[in-house]
Nanobody, 124 residues
């Protein structure tokens, strides 16, 4: 079974950067598309970014395009989310997820493994 663990969250100021990591304890998701989602208090979990199994195709939510970059190191079994120029709207719990297929997706129901999340708080 895939076990995903996120790290790298924290409290930062607006304009700062953070890099989130997601490790797969069993490296069994190297052939799966991966994604990052986030959930702010009182809101639905929303798509942030996705990447295919090779790392050659990515897709982003409009709200993070140009600021966030998703990448992966299959050799190490790690997924990354580099977040630059953070704003208070980026405050949320961030989750990584492994997709059912080798392609990424923006749809939550296309993911069958989820981490427990890491909190990102951006102060204005």
């Amino acid at each position: 079974q895939v076990q995903l663990v996120e790290s790298g969250g924290g409290l930062v100021q607006a304009g700062d950067s953070l890099r989130l990591s997601c490790t797969n304890s069993r490296r069994t998701s190297s052939n799966n598309g991966m994604g990052w989602f986030r959930q702010a208090p009182g809101k639905e979990r929303e798509f942030v970014a996705t990447i295919d199994w090779r790392g050659s195709r990515t897709n982003y939510a409009d709200s993070v395009k140009g600021r966030f970059t998703i990448s992966r190191d299959n050799g190490r079994g790690v997924l990354y989310l580099q977040m630059n120029n953070l704003t208070s709207d980026d405050t949320a719990v961030y989750y990584c997820a492994a997709a059912r297929s080798s392609l990424g997706s923006s749809a939550k129901d296309q993911y069958n493994y989820w981490g427990r999340g890491t909190q990102v708080t951006v102060s204005a």
